[in-house]
């Protein structure tokens, strides 16, 4: 697509993918449809798992790496940063503290999400994570919503939730990267949580 900026190849399909969930997600949260919000989450977190393995398996110039750095942090702020924020808030929980608890998740979030990028710039993260990955964010909020829905008390413990969770982003504890039968393990268990909270 040479009239348009960006590289586009299959590389980045499964990252525009999960944009395009976080924004239909939000949507569908804020008309009040939360089983069908936290399903979209599941597929942003899902997409985010394994973009970069499919991205490493293609061909890709230095500028196009880069490029798709770019473009997953980008998405994974309006999937992990934005996205769990607004099902909080369109579950009622719309007060001063609420809203204090959310800024200071989106603002730990982008704090964890800037400094991954820094770190893969220079190396530093090979191994190992720094802080709870962004991507991490959708399997808490599945499982506070699983619990919620069990207990009736889903729109009382997100605010919590998201207070724990954007604590775990900027606390410097090391977290192993996936690798291999890791990522098979986490595919099945997003198939479980999907059929999960689709039944409940």
Do not use: W
Request: aromatic content about 12%; hydrophobic content about 55%; glycine content about 10%.
């Amino acid at each position: 697509m040479k009239c348009f900026l960006g590289y586009y190849n299959k590389s980045v399909i499964l990252t525009y993918a999960g944009a395009a969930a976080a924004v239909a997600g939000m949507g569908l949260a804020c008309s009040g449809k939360i089983k069908a919000a936290v399903l979209c989450l599941i597929f942003c977190g899902v997409a985010d798992l394994f973009d970069g393995m499919i991205a490493r398996r293609c061909k890709r110039t230095d500028e196009e790496k880069e490029f798709g750095i770019q473009i997953d942090s980008l998405t994974d702020m309006a999937s992990f940063a934005l996205f769990p924020p607004v099902i909080s808030y369109a579950v009622g929980n719309t007060g001063v503290i609420s809203t204090l608890i959310s800024a200071f998740y989106v603002i730990a979030c982008i704090t964890r999400l800037g400094y991954f990028n820094v770190s893969t710039s220079v190396g530093a993260e090979t191994k190992f994570y720094t802080g709870l990955p962004a991507t991490f964010a959708s399997l808490i909020v599945v499982g506070a919503y699983i619990i919620g829905k069990l207990t009736g008390l889903f729109s009382v413990i997100m605010p919590a939730v998201l207070l724990v969770t954007g604590l775990l982003f900027i606390l410097k504890i090391k977290i192993a990267k996936p690798h291999g039968k890791t990522y098979i393990f986490l595919g099945l268990l997003a198939i479980a949580l999907t059929v999960i909270v689709a039944l409940i």
